[in-house]
């Protein structure tokens, strides 16, 4: 009887510890996504010729609120500058419209302003000057109204989107339009409180914290080499390779990160001889039930461009051209060490397009400066052979490199918050010059 | 209670991810000297199903996510691993013995992660760990890849690919025999 007791005491305690058991172990198994097999596709394989010769490894954060307020900050940019070439359009338009009448009371003041003051002609001076008055505040009204009726949906709606983050009226935000001496950031600066709550408000709550590790490399290409820009110097046993541009051969952030662990030697060089992380890394998120892949994108590529940036302020193209300079000697001195001639520094100079193209595309987009800038070195290089920058070279040499700044730059600029002229300069460039549009 | 203890403290230790251990300690620039010959483009589709967070996950209806992704390698020497006595020149002949050809760079952007519509839509999951899951899935399929492509005979492809490239690099400085080896 006692042993029958006790046993069913064990058994009744063994159920129940198999049962929290049970339950522990399916609340704490985390469920990962399981891979189904699949195939690997070889898509394409290409021949290619290029020198890397300096490769940065970097960390970088982003999160979605960094972006989302630059893209907000972007878009009330853009629907400022749109609002501003409209409604300065209606404000010529009517100031001619008005500017007889305008003129007419401005000569009768000036007129009774020039001859001996008295109680009437001061008088009839401020009564002049109060109708002038009245008549600007009607033409101004004339303006509103007239802008009103002219606007498309798109100018609509981006005035709309500057009332909505900045709280102010639309009345205000015109007036501030056609002053020449403010521009977008002085409304930025003075609702910067409500531009904000309306980010946090678009964000919905949403966060995503990424760290992002990867690499960028940098080098030549030497298919891009050809008898034009190589030149020997028997007296100074040099090869000079003029307008020879470096290219950043690779930026990446893969999902796992691999680094050489030797930073500093050069032994271990292999891209498998490597100490592992993760290449994109989530540190804080919240609602994430909310983010959309689109999210996830913006804020991973804004890692990418943070990591490009960090290269460019390394002077990664300054060490892949020292480095280049380095090896191509060492190279063509063997080569060359038993021929007839003998090669024991290489020296490399840049065209004349390369410093801009690197300044341009620092941010990966054209500003209004920078488009201004783009225009002018167009037209002037265009039809006419700089002989400064391409001394000995011919007008169709000099367009080669313009068509390649062209091409480079519209390609590493597309799907950007660009100046919206810039789309344009690039067709007619390309249409110009008989070249396909890149895709 | 105390089982209630126990069930919250095991809970709690079993559901903690393990940390990345290892860190990186230097960013900086090193210099390289490496000639890429070949880039090969490499597709693979991405599939998988994304469950709810723990028990409740269990009882949910799956949600498929199918991507069709794409990876770019490239492939090549280290020039670096070269020395005088690798290069051998006979008159307009020369003959080299360039190092075995190795991926120089593994590159598997998210901006080529196509997602396939609409039989997976990322948008409409409403999980709380959906974007961690996602890393993962993405993660798995990097080192799927990584260990597939020892499998394609890339290392053939590339040494053709090297001595086309530098025959007809060589040329240019008036080498009309070209000879290329590759160390074993």
Not at chain 1, 160 to 176: C, D, I, P, S
Not at chain 1, 202 to 220: F, H, P, Q, T, W
Not at chain 2, 129 to 134: A, I, P, Q, R, T
Not at chain 2, 142 to 153: A, G, M
């Amino acid at each position: 009887m006692l042993l029958s007791n006790l046993n069913n005491k064990v058994l009744q305690n063994l159920r129940r510890y198999i049962f929290i058991l049970f339950i522990i172990l399916l609340s704490a198994c985390n469920i990962s996504p399981v891979l189904n097999d699949t195939v690997l596709s070889m898509k394409e394989v290409k021949g290619i010729g290029e020198l890397i010769t300096a490769e940065y490894y970097g960390e970088v954060i982003s999160s979605f609120s960094l972006v989302s307020k630059a893209k907000l900050d972007t878009s009330l940019n853009e629907a400022y500058i749109l609002v501003q070439t409209s409604y300065r359009q209606v404000d010529t338009v009517i100031n001619n419209r008005y500017a007889p009448q305008i003129n007419n009371y401005k000569e009768k003041i000036a007129k009774l302003e020039t001859k001996k003051t008295n109680a009437w002609r001061r008088s009839r001076i401020s009564e002049l000057k109060e109708n002038l008055k009245d008549f600007e505040s009607k033409i101004n009204r004339k303006k509103i109204k007239q802008f009103k009726s002219d606007q498309s949906q798109q100018v609509k709606s981006a005035l709309q989107l500057l009332t909505k983050a900045t709280g102010a009226n639309k009345r205000t935000l015109l007036k501030h339009m056609l002053d020449n001496t403010l521009e977008y950031k002085d409304i930025h600066e003075k609702y910067k409180n409500k531009i904000n709550d309306l980010r946090i408000k678009l964000a919905d709550n949403k966060e995503l914290v990424y760290i992002g590790r990867g690499s960028v490399k940098a080098g030549y290409n030497l298919e891009e080499l050809d008898s034009f820009n190589i030149f020997y110097s028997p007296k100074r046993d040099t090869m000079y390779l003029l307008d020879f541009d470096p290219i950043i051969t690779d930026l990446d952030i893969n999902p796992y990160f691999y680094y050489p662990e030797d930073v500093d030697s050069s032994n271990k060089l292999d891209e498998y001889d490597t100490t592992l992380l993760y290449g994109f890394q989530l540190i804080y998120s919240s609602q994430e039930k909310d983010v959309t892949l689109q999210d996830i994108n913006n804020v991973k590529s804004e890692c990418k461009r943070k990591l490009y940036q960090e290269a460019l302020d390394r002077n990664i193209y300054q060490n892949a051209q020292r480095n280049a300079e380095e090896a191509l000697s060492g190279l063509f001195g063997l080569l060359s060490s038993e021929g007839d001639r003998e090669i024991k520094e290489v020296i490399i100079s840049h065209s004349k397009y390369f410093s801009y193209q690197v300044d341009y595309l620092y941010d990966k987009k054209i500003d209004k400066d920078e488009f201004n800038e783009i225009k002018g070195i167009v037209t002037a290089d265009k039809d006419s052979l700089d002989e400064i920058a391409f001394k000995y070279q011919t007008l169709k040499y000099q367009l080669k490199y313009l068509d390649k700044f062209m091409l480079d730059l519209y390609k590493q600029t597309q799907r950007s918050n660009n100046v919206s002229e810039w789309d344009s300069l690039c067709s007619n460039y390309f249409y110009d010059r008989k070249i396909a549009l890149p895709n | 209670m105390k089982y209630l203890i126990l069930l919250l403290s095991s809970t709690i230790l079993l559901s903690c991810s393990k940390p990345q251990d290892k860190t990186f300690i230097v960013t900086k620039i090193r210099s390289a000297s490496k000639l890429a010959t070949t880039e090969v483009i490499l597709n693979k589709i991405v599939w998988t199903d994304i469950k709810g967070r723990r028990i409740h996950g269990l009882f949910k209806k799956n949600n498929i996510l199918m991507f069709n992704t794409e990876a770019t390698l490239k492939l090549g020497v280290n020039l670096k691993k070269l020395n005088e006595n690798d290069i051998m020149v006979f008159g307009d002949s020369i003959v080299i013995t360039l190092p075995k050809v190795e991926i120089l760079n593994f590159s598997y952007p998210h901006e080529k992660y196509e997602q396939l519509y609409p039989i997976s839509n990322f948008d409409i999951i409403k999980s709380n760990d959906k974007v961690k899951k996602l890393d993962m899935v993405f993660r798995e399929a990097e080192t799927d890849i990584r260990n597939k492509v020892k499998f394609l005979n890339l290392e053939t492809i590339t040494e053709q690919k090297t001595r086309q490239f530098l025959t007809k690099f060589l040329a240019q400085s008036n080498y009309n025999n070209v000879v290329i080896k590759f160390k074993q």
